[in-house]
């Protein structure tokens, strides 16, 4: 299967193909390579938007007459597990030492 930009795109948010205009793949806008703790500093701003942008939609969920509770529990998980991410991301930048 050939991968195609419209691919791509269909499998980005917004907020990471954002990302990935204004700095492309690990890279600085101007053009150097990044360092691993940058990338992982990164990495937990991301996760942690994605974390404030779930919280709000689960907020906005349960103010409508009839929320979904199924996909309010969806998010929740989803939440869960992005801050058990940014907790292990956060002890491996506190360490120091190379996990990848």
């Known amino acids: 299967m050939r991968f195609s930009w419209d691919s791509q795109l269909?499998?980005?948010?917004?907020?990471q193909l954002t990302a990935v205009m204004e700095h492309g793949?690990?890279?600085s806008a101007s053009g150097e390579a990044w360092g691993?703790?940058?990338?992982?500093r990164v990495r937990i701003e991301s996760l942690r938007q994605r974390i404030?942008?779930?919280q709000?939609?689960?907020?906005?969920e349960r103010q409508r007459t009839t929320p979904d509770v199924s996909l309010?529990?969806?998010?929740?998980?989803?939440i869960k597990a992005w801050e058990q991410t940014v907790e292990q991301l956060m002890r491996r930048l506190r360490k120091g030492t190379r996990h990848d």
Do not use: P, Q
């Not at 269909?10 to 907020?15: I, K, L, Q, T």
């Not at 691993?36 to 992982?40: A, D, G, Q, T």
């Not at 309010?72 to 989803?78: G, K, L, P």
């Open 10 to 15: 269909f499998s980005f948010g917004v907020r």
């Open 25 to 27: 793949y690990g890279l």
């Open 36 to 40: 691993r703790n940058k990338k992982l």
């Open 52 to 54: 404030t942008d779930h």
């Open 56 to 60: 709000i939609k689960i907020a906005l």
């Open 72 to 78: 309010i529990r969806h998010w929740m998980v989803e």
